[in-house]
């Protein structure tokens, strides 16, 4: 091959392995930003599970119809109970049970896109201490 055809061939597949590599990185982008984000959010929970304070909101950003929810600190023996509701407080997904470094998903998540929604924290009835916890919650399936 003659030294014009190998600079040509050569410069053809590195424009052609930049289109494929900007591509991808593009695909890989766009499905990260629908999967949802992670919120941190310290909350304070009354005992005998009558309620929990508002913490920290999450936009959800899918129609997923799971929230997800993983505990960082849970001080109570007896465990907490979690679900997604809406800033008046409305549920908007089932309860699931809120484990310490382990993802658990409330179903029936009526949640909409663009909207933010809170964790609401329930301490067990028998549980008669208050106490703060600390998760991190997505109101998408994460």
Known sequence: M??????VWGKSMIAATTVLALGSASVVGAAKKSKG???VTPESVAAHGTWSSYGSGNV???NS???SFNGDVVPN???YNVRLINSKASP?????????NKTT???ENTGKKRYIYYADVRSKRIEPNKSRVKLH?????K
Request: hydrophobic share 25%; no cysteine; proline share 0%.
């Open 2 to 7: 003659s030294f014009f055809k190998k600079h």
């Open 37 to 39: 984000t992670w919120t």
């Open 60 to 62: 959800k950003k899918t």
């Open 65 to 67: 119809n799971d929230a």
């Open 77 to 79: 023996w007896t465990g």
């Open 92 to 100: 908007r997904s089932s309860f699931t049970k809120l484990k310490k």
């Open 105 to 107: 998903y409330a179903g």
């Open 137 to 141: 919650f997505s109101s998408d399936h």
